[in-house]
């Protein structure tokens, strides 16, 4: 079911270079904010109707009928994307060269970081990853262990971050981006996320404001993050090329999803419940100060020829 799940999230990559196809430099952000308003909506109604469907067990297994659910909105998604989704480019503007499938393409990676700052922008998205997934894989047992929360009030906290990403990335983004540029938004969501990771973890101590603020600044900064890293990437990349570099991205953030959680586990295991949320302050306070590197979207590229 892993295995499923992981090839399957590679449509973001897709999705995020549809994006980029249909969008002009300047209006990127905004569109890369469409994406994320959907994962905020999916924030404030998935983990609520699956904390609500979780307390009705099939063949005495609680949790499994949410599964079915889910497989049936992900059959919905592809009756969805086959009948009313178009291609981004005409025949005449679409690439004529194939990449080979293959599982691990060490050539479309060298290709991608030779692009200046597309590099760092990769390697911060799996930074911030990293640490994020960590955030989810441990946050029910975290508010389960301090503050017995059940699995209802759990996703009741997502969803609350879910109405913060869906303002955020709604009705803030285009603006902020207008006026402080791709990049600026990115250094500003490593330090924002670094406090709320901060607070949540802290939150054991100062009581469940601290939870529920942690959370909203968490999910700020991840609103702003995730849009504005790939919008920087794809500008930096140029529309020739900004498939795969895009691709690239998502891959380096699969790879901090596969890490990400095993880490949070074993530091949640071994130095507290506590220890995942610091680190991860830690970490993406280093996003941040790394953020800074990286080069304006005026400066020139370095040519790079990739596959589409």
């Given at each position: 079911?892993?295995?499923?799940?992981?090839?399957?999230?590679?449509?973001?990559?897709?999705?995020?270079?549809?994006?980029?196809?249909?969008?002009?430099?300047?209006?990127?952000?905004?569109?890369?904010?469409?994406?994320g308003?959907?994962?905020?909506?999916?924030?404030?109604?998935?983990?609520?109707?699956?904390?609500?469907?979780?307390?009705?067990?099939?063949?005495?297994?609680?949790?499994?009928?949410?599964?079915?659910?889910?497989?049936g909105?992900?059959?919905?998604?592809?009756?969805?994307a086959?009948?009313?989704?178009?291609e981004?480019?005409?025949?005449e503007?679409?690439?004529?060269?194939?990449?080979?499938?293959?599982?691990?393409?060490?050539?479309?990676?060298?290709?991608?970081?030779?692009?200046?700052?597309?590099?760092?922008?990769?390697?911060?998205?799996?930074?911030?990853?990293?640490?994020?997934?960590?955030?989810?894989?441990?946050?029910?047992?975290?508010?389960?262990?301090?503050?017995?929360?059940?699995v209802a009030?759990?996703?009741?906290?997502f969803?609350?971050?879910?109405?913060?990403?869906?303002?955020?990335?709604?009705?803030?983004?285009?603006?902020?981006?207008?006026?402080?540029?791709?990049?600026?938004l990115?250094?500003?969501?490593g330090?924002?996320?670094?406090?709320?990771?901060?607070l949540?973890?802290?939150?054991?101590?100062?009581?469940?404001?601290?939870?529920?603020?942690?959370?909203?600044?968490?999910?700020?900064?991840?609103?702003?993050?995730?849009p504005?890293?790939?919008?920087?990437?794809?500008?930096?990349?140029?529309?020739?090329?900004?498939?795969?570099?895009?691709?690239?991205?998502?891959?380096?953030?699969?790879?901090?999803?596969?890490?990400?959680?095993?880490?949070?586990?074993?530091?949640y295991?071994?130095?507290?419940?506590?220890?995942?949320?610091?680190?991860?302050?830690?970490?993406?306070?280093?996003?941040?100060?790394?953020?800074s590197?990286?080069?304006?979207?005026?400066?020139?590229?370095?040519?790079?020829?990739?596959?589409?």
């Open positions: 079911a892993r295995l499923f799940s992981g090839m399957a999230t590679a449509n973001l990559a897709v999705a995020q270079a549809y994006i980029a196809d249909v969008t002009t430099p300047e209006t990127r952000a905004k569109g890369m904010g469409i994406i308003i959907g994962f905020g909506l999916g924030f404030i109604f998935g983990p609520v109707i699956g904390g609500e469907l979780g307390r009705f067990p099939i063949d005495g297994r609680v949790g499994a009928l949410a599964g079915f659910v889910a497989a909105l992900s059959v919905l998604n592809f009756v969805l086959t009948v009313f989704v178009p981004s480019l005409p025949p503007r679409r690439g004529t060269s194939l990449r080979r499938l293959r599982p691990l393409d060490f050539g479309a990676l060298r290709a991608a970081t030779q692009v200046p700052g597309v590099g760092l922008a990769a390697f911060l998205g799996f930074l911030v990853i990293f640490w994020f997934a960590g955030m989810e894989q441990t946050f029910r047992m975290f508010t389960e262990d301090a503050f017995s929360m059940t009030g759990t996703g009741r906290v969803a609350l971050v879910g109405v913060v990403a869906v303002i955020v990335q709604g009705g803030l983004l285009h603006r902020l981006t207008r006026r402080y540029g791709e990049a600026n990115v250094r500003a969501a330090v924002i996320q670094a406090i709320g990771f901060a949540v973890g802290a939150s054991p101590s100062f009581g469940r404001a601290f939870l529920y603020i942690g959370a909203s600044a968490i999910a700020v900064g991840s609103g702003l993050h995730t504005s890293l790939s919008s920087y990437t794809s500008r930096r990349a140029g529309p020739e090329s900004q498939g795969v570099t895009l691709g690239v991205l998502q891959s380096m953030g699969s790879l901090g999803r596969m890490l990400g959680p095993a880490m949070a586990g074993v530091g295991h071994f130095l507290g419940m506590s220890a995942p949320y610091y680190l991860g302050a830690l970490g993406m306070l280093l996003a941040a100060i790394l953020a590197r990286l080069p304006p979207l005026g400066q020139p590229r370095a040519a790079a020829t990739m596959s589409r």
